[in-house]
């Protein structure tokens, strides 16, 4: 198969458009090239219309001046002594009178009451696993027991803390136990 020159063969056969050989250009252009030649002019009137004015305006403001302005750069002037004012002498009446007020609040004691509260931190079917989860929580200081219960779902070993006589002492042991990643204590009110 012979290769196709496709930009030498030119066109397609596209119906072309008669050309119009004998017409000359319409005048509009020779009013466009007429105005693109006086407006490079127009510009320069223009801008130099706009620094004349200019010139004028700073002209005229310059005898506005008022006299008494320093023209010379100011600089700072020491202080003397007699050009300073008086410090006033300041009077804190607060130290005076705080000392006399006193804050009263009423703070209720703890009741003390007769329950205990014990915390569950796991429950494990052999024994060796409860031993392991009384040791990580011995490390922290505190003390486990293990405590063995039978029921009707086989025999567990309870790893229980306390008894704590409140429950902020409970919950001081479980969050010191949470800080190693122990967070599955509850606190509940039991009696061994």
Not at 8 to 26: D, E, I, L
Not at 159 to 183: C, F, M, Q, T, W
Request: aromatic share 8%.
């Amino acid at each position: 198969m012979a290769q196709r020159d496709y930009v030498s063969r030119g066109r397609s056969t596209q119906k072309k458009k008669p050309s119009a050989k004998g017409r000359k250009p319409a005048g509009n252009a020779q009013v466009n090239g007429a105005v693109a030649a006086k407006l490079p002019i127009i510009r320069i009137v223009g801008v130099f219309a706009l620094v004349i004015g200019f010139g004028v305006f700073l002209w005229s403001i310059k005898d506005n001046v008022e006299e008494d302005v320093d023209t010379q750069v100011s600089r700072p002037i020491a202080p003397t002594e007699e050009s300073l004012p008086e410090l006033p002498e300041e009077e804190w009446e607060y130290i005076k009178t705080l000392p006399g007020y006193e804050v009263e609040v009423e703070v209720k004691e703890q009741e003390k009451s007769d329950k205990r509260y014990l915390m569950q931190c796991a429950s494990f079917r052999t024994r060796a696993q409860a031993e392991e989860m009384k040791a990580k929580i011995a490390f922290q200081g505190l003390e486990a027991l293990i405590k063995q219960s039978s029921g009707s779902n086989g025999e567990w070993f309870r790893v229980i803390l306390g008894p704590y006589e409140s429950k902020r002492d409970a919950e001081k042991a479980k969050h010191s136990l949470r800080k190693v990643n122990i967070a599955t204590c509850q606190i509940w009110y039991w009696n061994l």
